[in-house]
């Protein structure tokens, strides 16, 4: 084994785990998911996003769907998880993970996002920061222990 290759491997724990993971999102979904984001502002908003696995590494972002939230505030949401459940269940679509917002803070994981970090294969959360009379948005998609961010791109439904 080339000696580069081995290094590799050995640093794959630090980024996360495997093969590096890319999204395709669908544009509109993000888009209603931002505005809910804005109007919920200042109190976090989450989203589950259900896809399907394409190849090389890449999961499609087919739906994010709002679930019902059962408290919210500044620092933290709480859905409603048996509704999340039948959502998924419903679908006929992979559970890829979740995103949130968080209100005037940084787009990373928190030490909450992470000690409730479950079943995700990623979470995107969505920094909306109050400038003026306008919001200021940053998305960012990360993975359990991963020092980057996930590169991710959108789609328009219907079109490839």
């Known amino acids: 084994m080339d000696a580069r290759v081995g290094l590799w491997y050995k640093l ?13 999102i669908n ?17 976090e908003i989450y989203g589950v996003l259900l896809g399907k696995k394409l190849k090389n590494n890449t999961y499609k972002i087919i739906k994010i769907v709002i679930p019902p939230i059962r408290e919210a505030t500044y620092d933290y949401v709480i859905p409603d998880y048996e509704e999340i459940d039948r ?5 006929g679509l992979r559970y890829i993970g979740s ?37 200021v ?21 219907g079109e490839n």
């Open 12 to 24: 794959l724990p630090l980024f996360g785990g495997g093969w590096p993971v890319k999204l395709v």
């Open 137 to 157: 948005t940053e998305l960012k998609f990360w993975r359990k222990n991963a020092c980057l961010p996930i590169k991710f791109k959108t789609f328009r439904p």
């Open 99 to 135: 995103i949130h917002s968080h209100p005037q803070a940084p787009p990373t994981v928190s030490s909450h996002d992470y000690h409730y970090w479950d079943r995700d294969l990623v979470v995107g959360i969505l920094s909306v920061r109050k400038r003026n009379v306008y919001k």
């Open 27 to 43: 544009e509109l979904d993000l888009r209603k998911f931002k505005r809910k984001a804005s109007r919920f502002y200042p109190r």
């Open 87 to 91: 959502i998924v269940a419903q679908s």
